[in-house]
């Protein structure tokens, strides 16, 4: 094994993002200390001594010639800074952690630097339902069964046993992943609690499955419900909640009245859940910028000063997590829908947004959303399955009605 050979070690780990790679070289240094204090393993215990973890940028990269070769080396860096490394410099393992944000023409910086032997080893890692990385160009289409080199690494290697891309705008998409003959699946979630990794089987399948058991969040009990919106609703049995906001009663209204409805609907939902739970966190999630400033100034006008609010759209949202999320759905005009059909009913979009929760997801929208959308919809397997997703959600969740003032039915 390459671990345990006797000649130094070199493993590179990279990604598109400084808090992956942190993350990855601060779990290796934990395990590291363990192996260091613990001679009773002597094998890993010797590896732990001799080994050196080294994150590079470009202010210190040049310090890794003064290592290499001399000992075992984990060294994390960006795709970027490594072509400013001396190109005599390969590794054994080159890890890629957010595989599927990093784009195929970016990754080969790295995999250029794997070395040239038997037992050498390219890993990547990620989640091909959640969001792809942002690509500023438009590429020509390539001809089957050629993979799509301009997206990402992850997608590109992403291949069933006769070397077939696998595509995954299914509804089941599980079922698709599991013909890659050399991809290996984790089933364990790490984040979520139980009732928040069922929902998402239907995309992982049926394995899918909470990594350890959580307590149930403790709900402080009210004398009256109805001055809350979710009320008797909470529950600490309960994770999934959905207000389902009714359409406008005159046949016109504008954009700003929703902005102002759903900003308004937001400040009451956290101020019943920091009256009722000890939350430490909430995301607030928008697909616009625009509701992202009307919820700020919200807030701004009224804070809230026992708990962290981060609100954002889902792209700046990825990869981070929060007890609590309120993803805020709410379009109540046919016109915008129909325009932005592709980007509201987004699959990956909606799955980032709703599996960044450890114990709440509130799903905020309306019923044009929900129960009146496009036809056009249903055409397109990809808004379909969105669809399919967002209506899997919503019949797991509790639901409360709302008129189109946001008032309780």
């Known amino acids: ?96 952690d957010e595989a599927t944000q990093l784009l195929t023409s970016d990754a080969v910086l790295a995999i250029n630097r794997l070395a040239d032997h038997r ?43 006769n070397n077939i891309p696998i595509l995954l705008n299914t509804e089941k998409p599980f079922e698709k992943m599991s013909h890659c003959p050399y991809l290996s699946i984790f089933d364990e979630n790490h984040r979520m609690n139980d009732e928040l990794s069922d929902f998402t089987r239907l995309l992982y399948g049926e394995n899918y499955r909470q990594s350890r058991s959580t307590p149930s969040i403790f709900i402080r009990s009210i004398a009256d419900s109805n001055k809350f919106l979710l009320g008797s609703l909470l529950q600490s049995c309960s994770s999934l909640y959905t207000l389902l906001i009714d359409s406008p009663s005159s046949s016109f209204s504008a954009r700003s009245e929703d902005l102002n409805l759903e900003s308004n609907l937001v400040y009451s939902l956290i101020n019943e859940l920091v009256s009722r739970i000890s939350l430490s966190s909430i995301f607030i999630i928008t697909p616009h910028r625009m509701q992202r400033s009307a919820i700020r100034q919200k807030l701004l006008k009224n804070p809230f000063s026992n708990v962290s609010i981060t609100y954002d759209t889902v792209e700046r949202m990825q990869g981070k997590e929060a007890q609590c999320i309120i993803l805020c759905m709410l379009y109540r005009q046919r016109e915008v829908l129909e325009n932005e059909l592709d980007f509201i009913y987004n699959r990956q979009r909606i799955n980032v947004s709703m599996t960044r929760a450890q114990e709440i997801c509130i799903l905020l929208t309306s019923q044009l959303l929900l129960n009146q959308p496009p036809l056009e919809l249903f055409i397109d397997e990809s808004t379909r399955s969105a669809y399919t997703l967002l209506s899997n959600y919503v019949n797991k969740s509790k639901i409360r009605l709302l008129d189109d003032y946001g008032n309780i039915k």
């Open 1 to 96: 094994m390459l671990m345990l050979s006797s000649s130094p070690l070199n493993i590179l780990i990279t990604a598109c993002t400084h808090t992956a790679i942190d993350n990855l070289l601060s779990s290796i240094n934990h395990l590291k200390n363990y192996f260091n204090s613990s001679p009773q393993y002597p094998q890993w215990y010797q590896l732990a001594k001799k080994l050196v973890v080294l994150k590079i940028d470009s202010s210190n990269y040049r310090d890794l010639s003064s290592f290499y070769g001399k000992c075992s080396l984990v060294v994390g860096s960006t795709v970027w800074t490594l072509q400013k490394v001396e190109h005599s410099i390969v590794f054994d393992i080159i890890f890629v």
């Open 119 to 161: 037992e050498s080893r390219l890993i990547v890692a990620g989640d091909p339902l959640q969001l792809p990385p942002i690509i500023h160009c438009v590429y020509p289409a390539l001809p089957h069964p050629v993979p799509d080199l301009f997206s990402s690494i992850f997608h590109c290697l992403l291949r069933d046993e």
